[in-house]
Structures are given as C-alpha cells and as structure tokens.
C-alpha cells in the first residue's frame, strides 16, 4: 500500500552556531534545499526569536519543509514532508547538513497516510 | 535527558471529506487548536490546492503546527511541534480529530533534540 505523503525527520547535531543563528542563512539555505529537492516553493514564513533561534517554513506544492534551530546548542531540527514520487527529500537534508557543517545527523523516514484498501481508489470527486 | 522539542505526529483517517477540504475550516481548526495547547501564534500560512487539498502551518512562538489534507482519501496528516513544558498538543491533536469527524486516529509522540551532556549546559552566548 503507497503511502501518501513521505516524512523525513532530520536532526542536526554540532551544528555551526553563527549559521543557524542567522535568519538570512537559514533562509537562503532552506530555499536552496527545497530546490535541490526539486520541490515547488509555494510560500514561506520564517521567524527569528530573541535572543537567537530561527523557525522557518516553506510551504511546498508537495508538502513542507520546516526548521527550528537551537544554536546555543548547535542543533536544528528539520523535517521535510513530501508527497509524490518526484521529489528528493535526502538531497535536501544532506544540503542542509552540509551548509549548517553538522557534525552528527540523524535522519529517519516515515510514511505517512497509508490507507486501507477501500480507500486505495482515487476517486474524482469527494465523497459524501 | 530532556529534549528540546516534542513532535507529536498525528494521522486522521475517515475525516469529513468536505470540512478538510475547506482552507477556511482548516485554518480557523488550527488557529483553535493551537489556541487550546497554549501556543503562541506568530504567523500562519495556508494554501489551497486544485482540484481539492488544504496546506497549512500555524508557526508558534514554541515551534509549528502543520496540516496536510487528502480530501478524496478523507485523511489528514498533522503535526505538532512544541518545545518547553507548557503547551499540551495533545489537547490539540484531539480537538483536530474531533472537529474533522476523524473515523480513526494514530498519535505518534517523537523526541527531538536529545542532546549529549557535553552541550547539556545553557550558555548564555553561542559557542564560537
């Protein structure tokens, strides 16, 4: 049974702490890896709080990419959520590890929305 | 060792096929439902796809709460991130469920952030 959407949770350990501190990386480099990911870049909202941290999504055709980073601790947590077979969440994730230079990366995949048979019909319209 | 984040990870199976597919009814659901963990909302961002399909997150003070809808499939997928000890996402995740009329449920609850107790202290300045 293929599940609807694909869920790749990544944590970024030994991050470099200037990098994820900054609004402007973290956006930039968040972009760039919905790019490199092959995803279309819906809308994004991006957030820094005081005295550091960054929270930022990307709304994607296919899902999201968020991020919420800790670089008093020199950890980001990334999850990217995409459905359909085009996309290429891990070339994002490594993107990300690279440009924040994580020392230590745990990335573990879920599936997400995985139906029952009597649903497994894509139907035209909704049902009632 | 504490995390520092909580990622509740909520699948609604045999929703109402017509509120999931309402951006209005999705968006006003997530604004109560970050409302009723005691989030502070910071920014929101939804989008409604074609022919039906409902993006949206909710980013908090404490992190985000994101949706994704398959109306035709009547399924949901849901997110709820959350750091510190006093928000109650699943107080969250069970008014979503409860206001999409979700036939079935499954929570997940995932530990983000475990750090080592080499980084454990909280500076008061980034590491360099």
Known sequence: MKPLGQHLLVDLFECDAKAISSLQVVKTSMLEAARRASATIVNTVFHEFNPFGVSGIVVIAESHLAIHTWPERRYAAVDIFTCGDVLEPKVAADYLAEV???????QARLERGVLGPRVEEMPDRLPS
């Open 100 to 106: 924040f230079g994580a020392g230590r990366v745990s």
